[in-house]
Nanobody
Framework: QVQLVESGGGLAQAGGSLRLSCAAS????????MGWFRQVPGKEREFVAA????????YYADSVKGRFTLSRDNAKKTVYLQMNSLNPEDTAVYSC????????????????????WGQGTQVTVSS
């Protein structure tokens, strides 16, 4: 089991940057693929990015590709989402999630496949 705590959200201007962190508890963090999702009221949760347990596979939604960078530090049990060139359409609650996959090389992008979720952090981008 793992507990996830996000931080780093807040208010940014269009064109600005924010860095989200997701700190995990537990001893088996390196067995989890990690993902970031975002959601705005009235809309479905949207995939943002995902990273394999070793960090060698990273996937991005088309809407953030080239602007966001996902990384992880297994020693610190933390995942980072660097968000650059933000625009108002990036405004949402961002949540990190963990998919227990100690033996699989597949990184999933569907929120239904993730086992554990953080509480989310609000990101607001003003124009």
């Amino acid at each position: 089991q793992v507990q996830l705590v996000e931080s780093g959200g807040g208010l940014a201007q269009a064109g600005g940057s924010l860095r989200l962190s997701c700190a995990a508890s537990g001893r088996t963090f390196s067995g989890y693929n990690m993902g970031w999702f975002r959601q705005v009221p009235g809309k479905e949760r949207e995939f943002v990015a995902a990273i394999s347990r070793g960090g060698d596979k990273i996937y991005y939604a088309d809407s953030v590709k080239g602007r966001f960078t996902l990384s992880r530090d297994n020693a610190k049990k933390t995942v980072y989402l660097q968000m650059n060139s933000l625009n108002p359409e990036d405004t949402a609650v961002y949540s990190c999630a963990a998919d227990w996959s100690p033996y699989s090389t597949v990184v999933v992008t569907s929120p239904d496949e993730y086992d554990y979720w953080g509480q989310g952090t609000q990101v607001t981008v003003s124009s």
